[in-house]
C-alpha cells in the first residue's frame, strides 16, 4: 500500500466545492478535552464536551449530508483517540490518489491505523505517507493548484514530498501564524472564483496572490474563534455553516450561495468544525 497506485474510480477530489458523493465521518463518541492542543480547546477546558449532545449534534450533521445525496461511510471509534471526529486531518483526496499520514501529535497517533484499515477492507488504494507530517486540515485543492499550509502539524519536508508525487499540480506551500491550527482554520475556498479567509495571518505574499485569484470574504476575529472559514461545501454552491456565523452566512448569501445551518457548536470546542469533520472521497465536477 505504500506505492503510489492511480487511476481509481473510487475516489476523486479536484476542488472543494465539486458535488459532493462519498465522505469519512467518525462519531465524537470518545470526545474529551484532553491535552488542550488548540487555542479553542484552551478556553473550554472547564466545561470539557458533553457526549450526548455532540454525538446528537453529529448525527444530525450525518443526517443533512444524506437529505442531500452524499453518501456517509462511518469509521469504527476507538475509546483510545480522543480527536477522531476529525477525519480530515487523517487523509485527504488529491485528484484520483487518497493519502494517509502520520499523525503528528501524541494525542492523535494511530487514528491512522484505523483509516488504513478501513480502505483496505473497501478495497480503496491509498499512498502512506510514512513519517510525513502533513494533516489534511492544512490541505486544499483546487483543480490544478494545491495550497499547504506550513503549520505546526504541517512541514515543508511533507509538503515537498507531495510535489514530487503530484509533478502536475501546482503545489503553493502557505505560511501563517502558528496560533491558528489549520490552514483551513483561517481559509477555504468554496467557489472557483470565491474563499473565506481571515486576514493578517498568512506570509503577505501568499496572501496577495490567494487574493489575485480570488474574491475574498473576509471573517471577523470573533467569527474565526467561531471557525467561520470551516465551512464544508457539498457542490452546485451549496454550503453547510454554524449558525452562529451570522456575518460570514450573510456574505454567502449574498453571493448567491444556499447556506445550510447546522448547530455543532459542541464539537467545536475542541477546535474543528464542518470542514474538520469530514474527509471527502469522492467529489464530481460541479457543472
Known sequence: ???????????????????????????????TL?????????????????????????????????????????????????EQVFTRDIGFTLGQTTFVADMAHDVRKGEENTLKEWLELKGISYYNLVSDEI??????????????????????????HIQRLLPEYEVIPVPFHPKYLHLDCVFNIVSPHEALIYPGVMNRKEEKLIASRYDLIEVTEE??????????SIGHKRVISLPVN?????????????VIEVDITEIIKSGGSFRCCTMPLRREDDV
Open 223 to 232: 467569527e474565526q474563534f467561531t471557525l467561520g472559514t470551516n465551512v464544508l
Open 1 to 31: 500500500m505504500g506505492l503510489l497506485k492511480r487511476p481509481t474510480t473510487l475516489t476523486q477530489c479536484k476542488t472543494e466545492y465539486g458535488v459532493l458523493k462519498d465522505v469519512i465521518v467518525c462519531e465524537p463518541k470518545h470526545m
Open 246 to 258: 451570522t456575518n460570514v452566512n450573510e456574505q454567502l448569501r449574498k453571493r448567491g450561495f444556499d
Open 135 to 160: 494533516e489534511g486540515g492544512d490541505v486544499i485543492i483546487d483543480r490544478h493548484s494545491i495550497y499547504i499550509g506550513i503549520s505546526n502539524r504541517t512541514n515543508m519536508a511533507a509538503i515537498e
Open 34 to 82: 484532553r491535552n488542550m492542543i488548540n487555542e479553542t480547546q484552551k478556553k473550554f477546558k472547564n466545561e470539557d464536551i458533553h457526549i450526548e449532545i455532540a454525538m446528537e449534534q453529529h448525527h444530525e450533521f450525518v443526517r443533512v449530508l444524506q437529505k442531500h445525496g452524499v453518501n456517509v461511510h462511518l469509521l469504527p471509534v476507538n475509546e483510545k483517540y480522543p
